[in-house]
């Protein structure tokens, strides 16, 4: 069994790229990134500077993981979506569908607790579910903390998330139609991954497949809140254009389209 971490990210801390991809390297064979701005991002490049990508193969490297790294020729008018269902396509060569996974990360996820990596392989590899979860703890940094101890903290509290970030791999696995959703067939049989549990908009005809939760197994934390403001405030205009032009409409009718 394979696990293929997948990063998306644009105009990130180098620091800050290495040390999520150091972590994630723990547990992951392969790392494939993806650069590149959405276009409606403010001030949108298709490429960071290369010393991100460079602090991305250093760490990698110093993991011992493969690194494939793809910087784009423009930015992306589809938005996530599109550079989300670009990173899982180059992502497919080094996949075995019905055996590999994939494993979903941000330059911004640090690892905070992985202490068997060993132990997260062996939960995938014989699971019979298709997906599965890590923790996130969102809104609150003990790593910006002196004297939080990480390991002993709660993670049963407010800002804890359970993402389902982690496929099984198969081939027609896609984002769509917001880059919440994720689908993909197994033994047949269309199952939707994630998307369904996160949204009330669905009449319950639609429903996420069981998860298989990772728990303390695998916890990260998410620093968006320690971001410069400049990049806070870049990130809150996207949202509002993309919220304006409604790439993230969600319906029932067009679950079912996708």
């Known amino acids: 069994m394979k696990i293929v971490g997948v990063l998306s990210w644009f105009d990130e801390s180098p620091a800050w790229l290495a040390h999520a991809v150091c972590g994630f390297g723990r547990v992951c064979d392969e790392i494939v990134a ?24 250093a760490a990698a490297e110093s993991m011992g ?5 793809h910087r784009p020729k423009d930015v992306f ?61 969102d809104g609150h940094d003990p790593l910006a903390d002196e004297d939080s101890v990480a390991v002993t903290m709660d993670i049963d509290t407010e800002w804890t998330i359970r993402d389902r970030g982690i496929f099984r791999w198969t081939e027609d696995l896609r984002y769509g139609p917001s880059h919440f959703f994720v689908k993909g067939t197994y033994d047949g049989e269309t199952q939707w991954l994630r998307g369904p549990d996160l949204i009330m908009a669905t009449d319950g005809s639609v429903r996420a497949a069981p998860t298989e939760h990772l728990g303390r197994s695998l916890v990260v934390v998410h620093r968006r809140s320690k971001r410069a403001k400049v990049r806070r405030d870049a990130a809150e205009g996207y949202y509002r254009m993309r919220d304006l032009n409604r790439f993230e409409d969600v319906t029932v009718e067009s679950v079912h389209a996708a």
């Not at 993806?34 to 193969?57: F, H, K």
Request: net charge negative; aromatic share 8%.
């Open 34 to 57: 993806v650069d590149g701005a959405y276009s409606l991002y403010p001030g949108a490049r298709p490429r960071s500077n290369p010393d991100q990508a460079e602090a991305i193969l």
């Open 77 to 137: 008018f589809g938005q996530e979506v599109e550079k989300r269902n670009l990173s899982l396509a180059l992502a497919a060569p080094l996949l075995t569908p019905g055996e590999d996974w994939v494993m979903i990360f941000d330059g911004d996820y640090q690892m905070m607790l992985c202490e068997d990596p060993a132990f997260v392989r062996s939960v995938l590899e014989t699971t019979h579910k298709n997906v599965a979860t890590y923790t996130i703890l």
């Open 65 to 69: 993981v493969g690194c494939t790294i």
